[in-house]
């Protein structure tokens, strides 16, 4: 039998899995990803790990058929990384090639949130769709883009960068250093400093109670909790958020017309109190065209999105 | 030697040519649609002309290998129309059957922005590359998706409509009836409509001597050229169109991170006076991994772009 290597190759930890083409988790388990020791040590220890989870589910490493990584940065031909998002690793660094002349066996990579997109449509929420967007909502907004069986990674890697789309000229600085983008507004940090710079001039409400006045210290969880309790202040920040999240995935449906949207990530989380209000200003923002059969579901893989995906390349 | 039918089907006129697999047009000609009559009569009719056409060339009607047509609306799966911009033809109309009845020759059919994007990506200014994105920028704005050999034409048939993007929440009202859409503020009429509010209150301008002050004939094209005069109103105006280009064309590269952009339509004409503010502008809108390499050309085929392209759907 075949089996598949599923790297999520993480900012502290590196999750490693031992797979089967059909995403069949055999053993997984987890290390420090400890970057500063540089590509090559890094992923040296990887593969060590590797041959450990191998060893112990008696598998030959010749069964080992491929080696799927996700990584924190844009992926060019699933093979050389333009930069790393947060490792000083250099740029345009060929992972393939080094992963490859390390272990052996053949070695494609890609983006990070792409793989999470890739496993949802090989193997999770949007399986069995031709053409599906998954969207990451969390500290950031990410994306991915699948259609007819594969991703798009983009020219330098960048494709389904959809955090990045402006929605209002001149708008809030992003953590990017460009101005109103999509994340800035609807992701869970965005969603947290508009009720930041609201929580400051008005403490008469249920989320100031449940936060126990630590404004700093505020989820965007506890945002949906109390307005699921019927917290006025906070439906109005969830009504906010459901805008700005309408007109970002508005955007990216008018120009790829998927047939399914997966939400992932924590804020995909608050369920129906925010997906109800998105579907319906989704209308405003969209063409009726690209609306009216469209699905949203939530991701299912979770944690194990970025293993599983990453033996996606394989299909 | 095989040939193929490439038909551009218009709102008042049809184009019709035959051409060879590598877009070489043998002989074209242009009838009028006069749609009013249905679908199956017009259709009829232009198998009459394509006929005619072969006759006229001394080519047996058996080595016409297939007819392609580009559609104004969304089309499904290269046959089905999900409904005409300007027809009255009904709802999803199965016009590859239609067409492959009357005639007995495999048919193909795609929106005619992305047959246009197809002719430049296989036969015009985006040949030999793998990802390019073609944006129509006239009336209105229009746009095609050309990623490894195949168009994204979207669930619905949609994919590409890159002109009803949001820029603005709540802004300008658009012809398709939603507010703040890309093509409200950059097509053609967008900034005829821009510049006509302003030449309202603003007369002391060469653009309002050059139109002899008649603002209800104002064209696109009379804006750059006194802007290329020189005219502070009019380069403004530029300033404006570059402006909300930058922003929409942005989002498309944040999304999609093609290898080139092929700018087609009147208002690309406008040439370097549009274009190096544009690019500019962009560094503002676009991440900087999208934007470093990014080609930006302008559209070579005019009006043969419609039956070029179409042969497109045949490689």
Not at 23 to 39: E, M, P
Not at 262 to 288: Q, R, W
Request: glycine share 14%; with cysteine; proline share 2%.
């Amino acid at each position: 039998m075949n089996y598949y290597m599923g790297i999520d190759l993480g900012g502290t930890n590196t999750k490693i899995g031992i797979l089967d083409i059909e995403g069949n988790i055999y053993k997984s388990t987890s290390i420090k990803t400890l970057s500063s020791n540089g590509a090559q040590k890094t992923l040296e220890r990887i593969w060590e790990a590797s041959k450990e989870l191998a060893k112990d589910l008696q598998i030959d490493i010749s069964n080992i058929k491929g080696i799927g990584i996700g990584i924190p940065g844009p992926v060019i031909d699933q093979s050389i990384v333009a930069f790393f998002a947060n490792f000083p690793w250099g740029e345009n660094v060929n992972i393939k090639k080094m992963m490859e002349d390390i272990s052996g066996i053949e070695t494609k990579l890609d983006n990070d949130v792409n793989i999470i997109a890739l496993g949802e449509a090989k193997f999770g929420a949007a399986k069995g769709s031709r053409a599906s967007v998954t969207i990451a909502l969390g500290t950031g907004i990410g994306g991915g883009i699948y259609i007819d069986g594969h991703l798009i990674s983009g020219f330098n890697g960048a494709g389904g960068e959809v955090g990045h789309i402006k929605l209002v000229k001149d708008g809030r600085l992003c953590g990017c250093g460009q101005k109103g983008c999509f994340e800035a507004y609807a992701s869970a940090t965005g969603l947290i400093r508009e009720a930041t710079s609201r929580l400051i001039v008005n403490k008469n409400n249920l989320l100031y109670t449940i936060i126990e006045g630590k404004i700093d210290s505020l989820e965007a969880k506890d945002i949906f909790d109390a307005a699921k309790e019927g917290d006025e202040f906070s439906l109005s920040l969830v009504d906010y958020e459901a805008e700005y999240l309408a007109m970002g995935i508005g955007n990216i449906l008018n120009i790829i017309n998927p047939e399914i949207v997966v939400l992932s990530g924590g804020v995909a989380l608050a369920g129906d109190i925010l997906m109800n209000p998105l579907k319906e200003k989704l209308k405003k923002y969209a063409l009726p065209v690209v609306v009216k059969d469209i699905k949203f579901v939530q991701g299912i893989l979770g944690n194990e999105a970025g293993i599983k995906g990453s033996i996606g390349l394989f299909i």
